[in-house]
């Protein structure tokens, strides 16, 4: 569908196809409710944020000005992880989710993995808030657990807790800080928290690495999603720790450096 046909669809409460099958007219209401929504969009604000929800991996979520929408490539990272998690010898699979925004991630696996439980980690309370009505409306709220708190203060504290997940995902900010204001207008009116990854775009990348041995099992796995042209940099700080082995970069639907995963080695816990 094209932006005005989502927008008629969503105002109308209707399928595509009954915009031209028994069309219906816009009443008066409809009318105003249409303009206000082509206004907003002419003022640069993106579609998913004006008719409230977007589509990913076939899920409905809610979405507003607290959390970035969901991209189509990162429907890719969850194809990966849910293949990953499906050979995973522990039930259920524990899967840590770091800056989950919408919850897409988390609801996805939720979804597709049978037997496991999420736990997602997001600085934004309002990210929360999303993601936990997301979590009800696709009833997987009995497989997530939404944490309202910044990613590296819980990779500390819960360290000492001693629990460990088989799974850790990510699809972090990994803008540069420098680059924000360089984005389109769109882009630019998504929350700027979840774009900005520091003066170089790596700032989460290497301090979720320094803890994240603490909390996999032997031969759990680590996936993130990256920038295009992150992936050297990122094996580089990889290659810092001893503990991964098997670290591969994917491609994106472009044919793009878009994500990697790595392994925790079995002989982690000697050099712990």
Do not use: W
């Given at each position: 569908m094209n932006e005005?046909?989502?927008?008629?669809?969503?105002?109308?409460?209707?399928r595509r196809v009954d915009l031209y099958v028994d069309r219906?007219?816009?009443n008066p209401v409809q009318q105003k409710q249409y303009r206000q929504m082509l206004d907003r969009r002419a003022q640069g604000e993106p579609l998913q944020y004006i008719i409230g929800h977007c589509e990913f991996l076939n899920t409905k979520l809610f979405v507003n000005k607290h959390v970035l929408i969901p991209r189509p490539e990162t429907e890719l990272l969850v194809e990966m992880a849910v293949e990953k998690a499906r050979m995973m010898p522990n039930r259920p699979v524990r899967i840590l989710d770091l800056g989950t925004g919408s919850g897409n991630i988390?609801?996805?696996l939720a979804k597709r993995v049978h037997d496991c439980h999420v736990v997602s980690v997001d600085?934004?309370?309002?990210?929360?808030?999303?993601?936990?009505?997301?979590?009800?409306?696709?009833?997987v709220a009995d497989k997530t657990t939404f944490v309202w708190?910044?990613?590296?203060?819980?990779?500390?504290?819960?360290?000492?807790?001693?629990?460990?997940?088989?799974?850790?995902?990510?699809?972090?900010?990994y803008i540069k800080?420098?680059?924000?204001?360089?984005?389109?207008?769109?882009?630019?009116?998504?929350?700027?928290?979840?774009?900005?990854?520091?003066?170089?775009?790596?700032m989460f990348y290497r301090e979720i690495l320094k803890r994240a041995h603490h909390?996999?099992?032997?031969?759990?796995?680590?996936?993130?999603?990256?920038?295009?042209?992150?992936a050297q940099d990122i094996t580089q700080i990889f290659e810092q720790y001893p503990y991964f082995r098997n670290t591969f970069v994917f491609r994106d639907y472009a044919d793009r450096d878009r994500f990697m995963c790595s392994q925790l080695s079995a002989l982690s816990a000697v050099v712990n």
């Open positions: 005005r046909e989502q927008m008629l669809t969503s105002v109308l409460n209707c219906k007219e816009l988390a609801i996805a600085i934004s309370r309002e990210a929360i808030m999303v993601a936990t009505e997301n979590a009800r409306k696709n009833f708190c910044d990613m590296f203060r819980f990779l500390s504290i819960d360290e000492e807790l001693g629990r460990k997940f088989d799974m850790i995902i990510s699809n972090p900010p800080a420098g680059d924000i204001d360089n984005l389109p207008n769109d882009v630019q009116r998504e929350p700027h928290i979840a774009l900005n990854g520091g003066q170089d775009g790596l909390f996999l099992r032997e031969e759990g796995c680590i996936l993130f999603e990256i920038g295009e042209d992150q």
